[in-house]
């Protein structure tokens, strides 16, 4: 972690982001008056259904009547006899 004035991460805003980019910090804090007030870090892109849950794609096929009523399961939870 670097801290900084306003001024100088304004100066050097362009730089900030490379040291992000690199690695070589993981956060920059700005601070006004000795007093951070702003903390800069990279963005992360949170991860979509598809990229969660994409792992098993290609491993299993949905039957087409997977959705409809089922008669045996039916009777296992006593919806009819």
């Given at each position: 972690?670097?801290?900084?004035?306003?001024?100088?991460?304004?100066?050097?805003?362009?730089?900030?982001?490379?040291?992000?980019?690199?690695?070589?910090?993981?956060?920059?804090?700005?601070?006004?008056?000795g007093?951070?007030?702003?903390?800069?870090?990279?963005?992360?892109?949170?991860?979509?259904?598809?990229?969660?849950?994409?792992i098993?794609?290609?491993?299993?096929?949905?039957?087409?009547?997977?959705d409809?009523?089922?008669?045996?399961i039916?009777?296992?939870?006593?919806?009819?006899?």
């Amino acid at each position: 972690m670097c801290q900084m004035n306003v001024l100088e991460a304004k100066t050097n805003f362009s730089k900030i982001i490379g040291m992000l980019e690199r690695k070589e910090e993981k956060e920059v804090i700005v601070a006004r008056a000795g007093k951070p007030v702003v903390k800069i870090t990279l963005y992360e892109k949170k991860k979509t259904f598809d990229e969660i849950f994409g792992i098993a794609k290609g491993k299993f096929v949905v039957p087409d009547d997977f959705d409809e009523p089922d008669e045996e399961i039916a009777r296992m939870f006593g919806m009819i006899d």
